[in-house]
């Protein structure tokens, strides 16, 4: 009998040997006529942003942390759609305001699901994602035989293996071609770049850094980028096509001069080192992109990036300051509890344990930093715009110049009022599978804390209809 599972076993593994998947990599940028890499405009913030928008820039920044963050997320979504807003004289979803999500790990699945599919994500995203058992699906990849090629093909890995799942169960073929005709919100995935520990997100200006061309490139594959837990999956790696792109600076890249800033670290410098050492192919042949927990749990470092090369273009920031009257980023954290008996036992043994500990309360350490960081490039960037409004005119259509506000919202599981369903939703592990009851409630808290959020009710007054000012409730 031991001697029949034995054969059993070589005749699966004969057989995963025979299904060589074929992993879609990044295909390089169309050339000129000339030969010469052809930078056009693309998935791209500067890009999108000139397309019409309204008065308000508001931008959304999704944590990390498993089904429990995208749950949460998944809410805040909810909830933004339920407010209603006055623009050019007629009602508007709040969530319709949205220029831009930056998303990372468990957040990036709801964020990249209402990017292909807005309303219709609403009817969807639960059977498709939140209240499906996806774990089943990383237990087949590891348990199953037929699924073990990623032990035999060294260019196949466990994380090729789910994003093929995530596109049979939500994207269906869906490439950023897809995504950017959807137009604003722009949706950006982040993942962390395992050679400079920096985040990586999924935008044109970053492919171009690699003379790649990201409208081709499978939605799935940068979610599951994004998702890549260290250890259970194995990196989502892009290629550098470099090597045979005529040199030249891609448009969206950080100027030179900004790496050399006399010894000074700025966010500009660091950006601009990045993006030379992706863009030399002496450094960089592949990149190889695991969970963007790892680099930034909240999201928000690309946003700051964004920000940063933003505010570097005063053209771009003169046609804005124009129309734009409120800057709001919210933040919506899905960040786990601590265990506080942790520093009182000897032994800390359980893989459980280890797993919760590197994959949200040491990352969430450090996020209070990134906080205060966007917290002060938002009140920057508002004073600039002012600036800029008030040097085109005193009145600007019909408003004030000066009313300009903007400010970092937060909403996190740490902030729900009711202490055992605050207890009960942070205790949940960072995972792919979560029971319904919990998702329901993850949700509810999401979608309850954006309506009542009394800063987001203030700075939304001057537009709000009677429908978005929604008395506060505590979840129950």
Known sequence: MTLLRAALVLVLLGLAACQTSQVVMNQPLPTDGAGAPAYTPGYALMDMLKAPRGEVLLTLAFSGGGKRSAAFAYGALKGLRSMEVMENGRPRSLLDEVDYIAAVSGGSFPAMHYGLYRDASFKT??????????????????????????????????????????????????????????????????????????????NQTNFDLLCSDLSSFPVSRAVAASAAFPVLFTPITLASHREGCVPSRPPGAPPVDWRD?????????????????????????????????????????????????????????????????????????????RDPTMGQRRVVSGLGQIFSAVSGTQIDAYSFETLLLVDQQVKTLTDKLQHLRCEQGKVL???????????????????????????????????????????????????????????????????????????????K
């Open 397 to 475: 259509d019909g408003h004030d110049c000066k009313d300009v506000q903007g400010e970092l919202l937060q909403i996190s599981l740490a902030g729900i009022p009711n202490e055992a369903l605050r207890q009960r939703l942070q205790s949940l592990p960072t995972s792919l599978t979560l029971p319904d009851a919990d998702v329901d409630a993850l949700v509810a808290a999401g979608e309850t804390m954006i309506r009542s959020h009394p800063a987001l009710l203030r700075l939304i007054a001057d537009f709000a209809t009677k429908s978005a000012v929604v008395a506060g409730t505590e979840p």
């Open 125 to 202: 995203f639960d059977e498709d994602f939140l209240k499906r058992d996806v774990n089943a699906f990383v237990f087949g990849i590891y348990l199953l035989p037929w699924n073990w090629e990623w032990l035999i093909n060294p260019l196949f890995g466990t994380n090729d293996a789910m994003a093929a799942v995530y596109d049979r169960l939500m994207f269906h073929g869906a490439t950023y071609a897809d995504l950017a005709k959807r137009g604003l919100p722009m949706i950006s995935v982040n993942a962390t770049d395992l050679a400079g520990g920096t985040a990586f997100a999924f």
């Open 261 to 337: 800033n006399a010894g000074e670290r700025s966010r500009a410098s660091v950006l601009a080192a990045n993006a030379e050492r992706q863009m030399d192919p002496e450094r960089t042949s592949y990149v190889h992109l695991m969970d963007g927990g790892i680099a930034d749990n909240l999201a928000l470092r690309s946003l700051s990036n964004a920000l940063v090369l933003l505010d570097k273009d005063d053209t771009e920031l003169r046609r804005l300051a124009r129309t734009t009257r409120r800057v709001i980023v919210i933040s919506v954290d899905g960040q786990a509890t």
